[in-house]
């Protein structure tokens, strides 16, 4: 949270207060008297996050620095990205409120390289030859809807030529987007100085040097290990994204920033409307799944659903607009799929900016209700022999039980026949897969 130079010369008047993991704000509207006093009629409104953080005055006891917060939420980074999991972190909210900030950071101090030393600390653990790691990166940027690589030289008249296309298995990306190998801090410090001198800042009616796109930073970790004497990769994808500020639009700016802002305001209710759909369908799934688990336990066999009259029938997920926006659609896995998603609502804390701020906040409250489901990405020939000897150990396990109770031999022997024989199947299926390999 932060105030802007517009809002200080209007002597903004702060309307946020944050405790502990509630931030509370209070509308005022306010007439100013003759006398100089004020009329207020308050109505305050208080949403709950996982974190909530002050950083309006560093000079206040409660002041929240960008070391205190990537400490919280970089941990989780981390430690995802170690176990192989895809990570998104984005930052949303109005012009000027410190996304860029937040995201990337300053000259002095770049916030992606909070993240970078636990990674390459990691890569120097890696002392053994039966594990190591590398680390590539790409930027781009999303520009009145079209893709440019913010780390690469283009040929062409017009920058903005990079499509999207989807794979099958591991979802959207940038076709023709360049990584880059990066061993230390220096390289990625450069790169990420590169690609910001590139990208599109504008003096809008709100902040001096807005950000005009969206910037996507991606890191790609590779972790290359010995697993079960089969040599293996642990693959995560950390997506670290900085939305171009929301902010209405002002006809006293020349056309440009006219069609900028209505490229940025399409993607953003884009994806305001995607991140509301994603929560309404996991708040449904949710409720079929409590219902589901009541009738199966026989508490509740007669439950019928509102909307069709059986539980069976209930009704559909709503459909998810991804592709109605290059940003949305870019990040389909990380809002709604495979990835373990963070999302940081920044916004100004001044009476002026009451309405941005209560959109950003419903964004944000929105936002938590998403359930998405990760998982680790894997060789998947080696997760198939781990899954295989897990049920290997299930089945021997259930026949040393039943050869000790050995209550009813006939129908004992039986069934230990069929356990010996699938534990004898599994076991020929892990050799078979071995000799593929």
């Not at 109005?94 to 996304?99: D, F």
């Not at 959207?172 to 220096?186: A, E, I, M, N």
């Not at 050995?406 to 299926?429: A, F």
């Amino acid at each position: 949270m932060c105030f802007v130079s517009r809002e200080s010369a209007e002597g903004g008047r702060v309307i946020v207060e944050v405790d502990d993991k509630v931030a509370t704000v209070r509308n005022i509207k306010a007439d100013s008297r003759l006398d100089g006093t004020w009329d207020s009629r308050e109505k305050t409104v208080a949403f709950s996050f996982d974190y909530c953080y002050w950083s309006v005055d560093p000079e206040d006891p409660k002041y929240a620095s960008q070391e205190m917060v990537f400490q919280d939420l970089g941990t989780s980074v981390l430690s995802g990205a170690f176990r192989g999991y895809n990570i998104c972190l984005f930052a949303y909210g109005q012009t000027g409120s410190g996304k860029t900030y937040t995201m990337m950071g300053t000259p002095v101090s770049y916030t992606i390289c909070f993240i970078l030393t636990g990674l390459f600390s990691r890569k120097d653990d890696y002392s053994d030859q039966t594990a190591s790691c590398r680390v590539k990166v790409s930027f781009l940027e999303i520009y009145n809807e079209r893709v440019r690589d913010l780390l690469k030289q283009s040929e062409h008249k017009k920058p903005y030529t990079l499509r999207v296309r989807e794979h099958p298995e591991t979802g959207p990306y940038v076709q023709g987007l360049s990584q880059h190998l990066v061993t230390d801090y220096k390289q990625v410090v450069e790169l990420l100085e590169e690609g910001i001198a590139k990208r599109i800042t504008a003096a809008t009616h709100i902040h001096n040097a807005s950000s005009r796109s969206h910037a996507i930073f991606t890191i790609h970790y590779t972790q290359a290990i010995l697993e079960n004497n089969l040599p293996s990769e642990i693959a995560s994808k950390i997506n670290l994204v900085d939305l171009a500020g929301s902010e209405r639009a002002n006809p006293s700016y020349c056309k440009d920033r006219i069609t900028e802002g209505a490229n940025i305001n399409k993607s953003l209710v884009t994806l305001g409307i995607v991140i509301s759909t994603l929560a309404q369908n996991s708040q449904m799934f949710s409720s079929c799944q409590s219902i589901n688990t009541l009738t199966s336990e026989g508490e509740s066999s007669h439950v019928d659903s509102p909307s069709t009259g059986s539980v069976s029938g209930t009704r559909r997920p709503a459909y998810i607009p991804y592709r109605d926006s290059i940003l949305t659609w870019l990040l389909k896995d990380s809002l709604g799929g495979n990835s373990k998603t963070i999302m940081i609502a920044t916004i100004s804390p001044a009476s002026s900016s009451y309405n941005e701020t209560m959109s950003t906040l419903r964004y944000a409250s929105n936002a938590k209700n998403i359930i998405n489901k990760p998982r680790v990405n894997e060789d998947a020939n080696v997760r198939l022999i781990r899954e295989l000897r897990e049920e290997i150990d299930r089945l021997k396990t259930m026949l040393i039980s039943f050869e000790l109770r050995n209550s009813s031999p006939s129908w004992s022997d039986d069934r230990d026949g069929n356990l010996t024989e699938l534990v004898l199947q599994n076991e020929m299926k892990v050799r078979m897969i071995y000799m593929l390999l």
